[in-house]
């Protein structure tokens, strides 16, 4: 998993690719935790993450109620295969799209 | 019988994912199929370092093996960490949005069965995953 930001002025895209699983989540959440805390507007780009588990969802799930909470913008771009695993969970209509 | 060990460790989940998908293109699963089966076996494989080695053992050891019978996929997992309770092992209700408990949850989804085997050999867990191909 790879993660790169790119500010485009108006909002932070946060670049995110590879596998999501067990290993990488406390990093991952570590990141898109402090990214939340120093921007208002953030795009999770993952249409190159070729496999999600629930970990990782639960770290999608954690990071759209942090920026909720924070009243924060969030939204993701999706992968067919995070978008599959989001539908699997019913969550797909849960987070704000790009 | 494809069979392999690993040792129970979050860096091996990659592996053991890969085993599994090496198997079932071989088999030619069709490819709908073939990601939410090795999401289900990710998962299992998952819940066994996350609960089973409490994050993981390096000193401890996972086994997958993998048979096609008659048309049925299936999946063996056995470890040697805590015994698991299978009456609490539950996915959560989908409509209660939190972190967690979707594991399960996706496991079900993709499995015809999922059943707790007889452990043998030392093992403390087996676990079989089952799916009509």
């Known amino acids: ?98 | 019988m494809p069979s392999k060990t690993f040792k129970a460790e979050k860096s091996n989940l990659l592996l053991i994912r890969e085993f599994i998908k090496k198997f079932i293109i071989k088999n030619k699963i069709k490819d709908d199929l073939q990601y939410q089966i090795i999401l289900a076996a990710g998962e299992a494989s998952m819940n066994i370092v996350q609960h089973a080695y409490k994050g993981g053992d390096a000193l401890k050891r996972i086994k997958v093996d993998l048979n096609l019978i008659n048309k049925t996929l299936i999946l063996d997992f056995f470890d040697e960490g805590l015994k698991a309770d299978s009456s609490k092992i539950k996915p959560r209700k989908l409509e209660d949005i939190r972190p967690g408990g979707l594991g399960t949850h996706f496991i079900k989804m993709v499995m015809d069965e999922v059943q707790w085997g007889e452990s043998k050999d030392n093992w403390v867990n087996h676990l079989i995953l089952k799916k009509k191909i």
């Open chain 1, 1 to 98: 998993m790879d993660i790169k930001e790119e500010n485009t002025g108006s909002k932070l895209i946060v670049h995110i690719d590879g596998e999501i699983d067990l290993e990488k989540t406390d990093d991952l959440r570590e990141k898109i935790s402090v990214i939340i805390d120093n921007n208002s507007s953030i795009e999770l780009n993952l249409t190159k993450v070729t496999y999600i588990d629930s970990s990782g969802v639960a770290v999608l799930i954690e990071s759209n109620q942090k920026a909720q909470e924070l009243d924060k913008e969030l939204t993701l771009n999706l992968s067919e295969a995070v978008l599959s695993v989001l539908k699997m969970a019913k969550l797909e209509s849960f987070f704000k799209m790009a």
